[in-house]
């Protein structure tokens, strides 16, 4: 299960690398605790779950938002804007689906902020509001998805990443105690595919060797499977689910390679997180 407790502040991260840690861009927010400022010039260049205890690697270990974008930044100057979806995605039925598509949601707000995007950022906030509402954590973000408008329309942009956070914070707050563990962990799931699609389009854009080391996560992938072990048979069988962990389980082998991450693999893991990103967000096959 994905737990409350996040693993960040000063020591956590000092020694070891960013790196390997980066494909979960979005989900990024979604399970960390807070946001820090953003300082880390010198972020380190890699980092490696193997390096971290047992338990760290059990809650999932994520870094802060500014370390993220500052080793996004080491590799170039990303077309944000061209990383953007059109449109707004209507609300499911069921709230598995609606739980994957407010995580999703929530992530492509932080693209939305790195485009420095003010009208595409509030159309997100509303429909974060919306999907909370959905789940029935509206209270949760009622005050957040106020203050992401007003401080888009002052290009606060500092500002609305510490608000998407926050309201990330609370919707898992009040899913936890809802007893809602499973919904939670499927808010985190979709924002990890989402911001590995963006991720994955970015490296093809220009390919590297370190660009694609960013997403050797053998242990994350692994991680979400397993968390979709554990929940409850009724969930396991939502089409839509199964369909993700049939992905995941695609997925593991070319973000695991030894031999390295190559193109091909790129390619592939792009387009099967596309393909679910877009059933997540439009329903359907």
């Not at 709230?95 to 902020?113: P, Q, Y």
């Not at 009040?174 to 808010?187: C, G, H, K, Y």
């Not at 689910?241 to 031999?259: D, K, S």
């Not at 991450?261 to 099967?272: A, D, M, Y």
Request: one cysteine or more; aromatic letters at 4%; charged letters at 25%.
């Amino acid at each position: 299960m994905l737990h409350s407790k996040t693993l960040l502040g000063e020591g956590i991260f000092a020694g070891f690398p960013m790196k390997k840690l980066f494909p979960i861009l979005l989900v990024l927010v979604i399970a960390a605790g807070s946001l820090h400022p953003l300082h880390a010039d010198n972020p380190p260049k890699k980092i490696a779950l193997s390096d971290f205890p047992a338990a760290a690697v059990e809650e999932v270990v994520v870094p802060v938002p500014s370390e993220i974008f500052a080793v996004l930044d080491k590799l170039g100057n990303p077309n944000w804007k061209a990383q953007l979806r059109n449109g707004k995605a209507q609300t499911p039925e069921d709230r598995a689906h609606t739980a994957l598509l407010l995580g999703n949601v929530i992530a492509e707000g932080f693209v939305a902020v790195e485009a420095e995007d003010a009208e595409r950022v509030k159309e997100l906030g509303r429909q974060v509001l919306t999907l909370a509402e959905a789940i029935n954590v509206r209270k949760s973000v009622i005050a957040r998805s106020k203050s992401i408008t007003d401080k888009a329309d002052q290009r606060d942009w500092r500002g609305v990443r510490a608000e998407f956070d926050g309201a990330l914070q609370d919707v898992r707050g009040a899913m936890q105690e809802l007893n809602d563990q499973d919904l939670s962990q499927l808010v985190s799931l979709g924002g990890w595919l989402r911001g590995t699609e963006v991720l994955t389009s970015i490296v093809q854009a220009g390919f590297s060797k370190d660009g694609a080391e960013l997403l050797h996560q053998p242990e994350l992938v692994n991680y979400f499977d397993r968390c979709i072990s554990a929940m409850s048979p009724r969930l396991r069988k939502n089409p839509l689910v199964a369909n993700i962990r049939e992905v995941l389980r695609q997925i593991g082998p070319m973000v695991g390679a030894r031999g390295g991450i190559t193109p091909e693999n790129v390619k592939s893991i792009h387009e099967l997180t596309s393909g679910v990103d877009h059933q997540i967000v439009n329903g359907g096959n």
